[in-house]
Every structure is written in C-alpha cells, then in structure tokens.
C-alpha cells in the first residue's frame, strides 16, 4: 500500500502551494510570460500534424477537433494578453494558478487522446510524426510551465506517462525503444523541473527575505528618527558623534547656549562636549562590559538623563555604544515635588495612608502611650459621588477634611485620608471616653449640612469605629482591622453613629465569615439547598393562581437557617447572583411539572438588579426548563427601586419585553410608592403583610389595604395581601377588595414533591428543632 507520506509529497508535487505569498506572485508572473509561447508551440504543432494527417484521417478527426482545441488556446492567449498589465492581487493570482492547473489537465487530456485518436490513419512517416509531435510538445509545454511545478508535473505524468503505455502496447521494437527513451526523458526531465523549482523558491525567499530586511531596517531607521526620544549612536574608538535623530538635534538646538557647539555641528563631534570632566564617561564607554550605563548630566540649569547601550551585530560583535538621552529638568523637578507630596493627600492635604501608618507604629512605640485609633467612613458619600459627579465629590472631601481639622486641631492629633471617603484619626495620650467624645462631636460636625455653591448643599452622616492600644491590639496591623470591624458594626446598626471593639463584634464578624463560607460550599454542591412554594390564591374562586418560591437552607450543624440571616451575608458579597440563580433554575424547572398552569414568582433581591444581567439569567432558565415566559414572574421589593432606579427599571423593562411578568413586592414600605407606580406597570402589587395583620385592629391599616385595592383596580393590576394567617385576617381582606391572598391561613410554604423525603429526613435528624423556618421571605 502506498504510505501516507508519499501521498502527501505527491499532493505536494500537483498543487499549488500557497502558505507562501511571494512565490505565488512569482509564479504567476513568470508564468504569464512563458505562457504564450507555450501556446504558441502547442497550436503550431497540432496543424503541422494535422497537415499530415489530412489525407488520410477523416474532416471530423483533422478539423473537426483540432479547431476547439485551437480556439480554446487563442482564448487563453486573449484572456492574458487583456491581463497583461494588471497588478494581480494574491487572490488573483492563487486563483489563476489553480486554474491554470486544471486547464493543464484538460488540455494534457484532450491532446493526447486526440492524437492517439489519428494513430490508426496513415502511414508509418505520419505515425512517427505523431510520435515526435507528442514527445516534442510536451517537453515544451513542461518547460513553459517550470514555474509553475504543480501544472508541469500534471502535463508530464499525463502526457508522458500516456505516451509510454500506448506506445509499449504496439509490439513494434521501435515504438518500444520511443517508449523507454521517453521514460528515461520524462525522469530527467522532470528532475530538472523540480531541481529548477527549488532554486526559483529559493531565490524567491531569499529575494523576499532580503527586501523585508531592507524595509525593517528602513523602517527602524524612519522610527528612531521619528522617536520623540533622542537617540545618537558614538564611534566606539574615537567616540566622536556619527548618528542624531531629529529629536536629537532639535534638543540640542535647545541647549546649544550651554554648550560650545551648535546644533548643526552635532555629527562629528565627541560626546565629551556634554562634560565638563570626560575622563570617567570615557572610562565607562571604552569598554562595552560596562554598559547599559545610566547617568544624570546637569549642564547648567538643565539635566540631561543619558542612557548608554551596547549595540551588537547579529553575530555579537560590539559595534558601538548607543546614547538615549532627554531634557529631564522639568521632571526632576516633579520628582523633588512628587516627593514633598508622597505623604500628604493632594485633594485634602491631610496626611495619606503611608504617614498614617508610619505615625501610628510612632505612637505605639511610645512607652507607656495608650493610643486611640478612630476608624472614619462618611455615609452617603457614594451615592453624591455617583449622581452629582466627581467634581462634587471632591469639593465636598474637601469640605469634610477642614471640618476634621478644626475638630482636631489640638497638638499630636494625626488626621489622615486613607482612601476615598475613608479617614483615620489617631489620638495620642487618650482614653477611651476621650475617643467617644471625639467620635460624638465629629460625628455632629459632619452631620451638618455642605453647601456647595450657592444653589446646591448635601447632607451626610458619618460612621466611626474605635480601638485602643495596647488594650485592643499592639500592633498598626491589628489595630486597624478591629478598628474597621467596629467600624462595620456601626454601620450595621443604622449609620451615623460610633461603636468601640469588643471581642463580641469580632464573634460576629467571624460567625457571618463563617456563614458565608458555609453558603458558598453548599452553594457549589447545593447540598441543603431547596425550594420551598407557597400557594396564592384567587380571593374569591380559591384556585391557586401561582407559588412563590422561597429558599430554604438547611445547615448540617445548624439545622435550617432562617432566610434573613443568610441572604444578608449572600447581598453582602458575590453570592446573591449565584444564589438568585439557583432559585430562578430550580423554581422554573419545577413549575413547568404543575398541571395546574399556575405561574411561579421568584423574588430577585436589589442586589442582582441594576447591572444588566438578571434578563440573561432568566432567559437562560427558561430555556432549560422550556417553561413559558407568562408563567414565570419576578418580584421585587419597593425598597429595591430607591438606589440605581435607573437601572433597576431598565432591567425590568427588558423582563416585560421578553414576555416575562413583573410584580411589586411589600408595597407601602418604601418612600415613593406612587411614583414608582408611575415609572413602571406592574402586573400585580403584594401589600406588605404588616399592613394585613394590623388592619383587623387599625382602621388606618385597613385604609391602607382598601386604597391599595383599589388603586390595583383603576389600573388593572392584581392586588395581593400578603401574610394573611387568621380567619379575621381573610375577612377583613375580603371586605376591603383584594384580588388575591398569600399566608399560612391559606397554606404554608413547603417543598415540591421531589423534595418532600429528603425534608422530612433532614426534620427528623433535627429532633425538637422547628421544622421549617416560618419567617414569608427569602430569594
């Protein structure tokens, strides 16, 4: 069996090779200039033949055929001749050549049948002539074609190759010695063909490999000039200047008052113009082990930043030392500022983290210094940030800053601006309670209100966290972590306020570390995880319109945990999208199974809106669940719309397009309920269930529920009373026109069917423990 390798050299031998650009284009040009000469001797020789053949070969076999076949040659000859002087692409010319190896076949083909098609007529003169018409023609029309090694091999092997074979099969001794003769022709032959084509490859390449070099090195030498950087280039014995750049001569002509030399005059001279005492430049220059060298040059009121490099052939050899140099005084004098600066904040010239650091391990180094570190963050910072701009920002830091200072002007006091809108005090000699009276009054100084220019003025608030040394750490590192742990627990706490670190703070922070670590693990085996839905009803027909699907968790060591304390710690970090995703999969995938039709709500916290993600994520859902749009809707809180209302309502606008229902969860529990009624349609409004559970007792509540109601009514929209778990609760309910109600009185959430075993078996290993978390929330 013929190998793979051969097969691949002889595809090789009989295409067109076109990884290489420039020897295509080669090609095609020497190709095209042999190309009608080759044409020339091919029609030329089929008439002379056909001269022979007249008398004795019928008109069909003698004119008949050879006509086309001329006409076709003449085609060719036209069609190059209208080319001639166009400027092939590569396209053009990879497209030329492949078809001219496909004519070369036809043509190989229909003139060698043609030939051995007249063989049988005349006599033994005009079979020789056919003989030496065929042995001729080929070996000119493979050399025409030795540029193109692919077409002459085709012609040859089909041509040649035909020839021996018919010729062998005569039986006629002198037919037979053509025969072989033409073998041994055809190998040399298209020995020379490939020896010639390796050379034209080879001198193609090295040609294309040279005109690359030159343009590189053209390039090169366009760049460096064009280099915003100077650059000259030094005779390596005499060090006299025999190269300058543009940039060069054009700083030199900035300069040439410092120097004994003008611009003009650059080339030629030796670099020990630049130096007052050459002899240690000249040392470092005169030997080549000694570079790179970098060095600052101050000429006068001017500094020269002088870069040497060794510059090498591509054989190693040293050919001289290459200077990059520049006009660097106004950078060092940046630098000497940048250095003033480097431990100061320049927007409030308060001290930066890097003073900061260095003052506090200062003061904790002092003997017997008890230091108080205030940890700062000012709330609502962020939100002015973003909406008024950064502009505004900075002028109110500013603002923030001068407030510090007055508070704490007493001696030894360090204020320090660690970062954005965090600030950091350190008070020497001071006592706990000292801190908290600062805390207090700085926290009532930044509380006040900023006026910004005269038709703008802000309001913010500020959080503190406070440590102690040596009681609450020695060290800057510690101190500043619990700092910011008391820090965070102020902020938990409602802002505005201060907290002192206690080791119960770090309990907390530890257990919610804990938490989310756990939430994450089960999170990536949803080990624990499940849904659980709870029914809404029509009001007045009973029948379950759709189920709210609610998280549920179930920790191994913990039993179930409740919903408000883990989705906190998910919103706090990356999990919420996870976490959000896992509900909205598994809620869609369990609702498409309900023969009801009934449609699954899935809640979508505020922190999974407002960043163009939520649609992709639903939509992704659906697919994989094949469950319809309409049946699935998002609810989501009024309290989630007060920040990026933007684009939170965008998202939900995408929701509505893609067929998807929108609901407006515990309405009545934000500040502008009505405008975002205005801004949005909802499909269904759920009254927060405090109000249903007040509103058997409070008329106001109940006020509330029946304007709800019927505002749901004038709009068109689907009211829902949540929370509804007593008889008294329906009633009133019912009396104050609700469309639909969701509560225990009703039923409770609970896991689908698939779930219900592993529930039941997680409620038993957690004997005494509440079966399920009763608390209406969650994702």
Known sequence: MISKKLIHKIKNLISVPTENPELLLAQYHAFSRQLPMMYFILVSSTWALVSTHISSAPAWLTIGLPVPLTLACAFRIVYWWKGRKAVPTLETARYALSRTNHLASFFAIAFTIWSFMLFPYGDAYSRSHLAFYMAVTVISCVFSLMHLRSAAFIVGIIVNGAFVIFFSLTGQPAYIAMAVNMTLVSIGMLAIINVNYRDFTRMINARTENHLKN??????????????VAVMTVEPDTLNINYANSTSIRLIAQIEHLLPIKADDLIGTSIDVFHRHPEYQRRILADPSNLPHNARINLGSEVLDLKVSAVRSDKGDYLGPMLTWALVTKEVEAERRILQLAHYDILTGLANRITFHEQLKAALVSADNQTCLMYIDLDGFKFINDTKGHHTGDILLEQVAGRLKDVCSAPGITISRLGGDEFAIILPHAEIADAEAFATLIIQKLSAPYFLDEDRNVSISASIG?????????????????????????????????????????????????????????????????????????????????????????????GWVSPSEFIPVAEQSDLIDILGNFVLRQACTVAGEWKDGARVAVNVSAAQLGKGAISSAVMAALAESNLAPDRLEIEVTETALLNEEAGIIADLRCLRELGVRVALDDFGTGYSSLAHLRMFTFDKIKIDGSFVKDAVVRPDCAAVVRAVADLGKRLGVTTVAEGVETQEQFDRILAEGCAEIQGYFYAPPAPWERDVIAVERLNKLRAGSPAANKEHGGI
């Open 215 to 228: 343009l590189e090195q053209l390039r090169l030498l366009r760049m460096i000039d064009d280099m915003p």
């Open 466 to 558: 406070i440590v102690s040394s040596p009681c609450h750490g020695s060290t800057g590192e510690i101190l500043l972590a619990r700092a910011d742990m008391a820090l965070y627990a102020a902020k938990s706490v409602g802002k505005g306020t201060f907290r002192v670190f206690s080791p119960d703070i770090e309990r907390r922070i530890h257990e919610r570390v804990l938490l989310e670590s756990q939430l994450r693990k089960a999170l990536e085996s949803e080990e624990g995880l499940f849904v659980f839905y709870q029914p809404i009803t029509d009001i007045v027909t009973g029948k379950v319109t759709s189920r709210e699907a609610l998280i549920r968790w179930y920790h191994q060591d913990r």
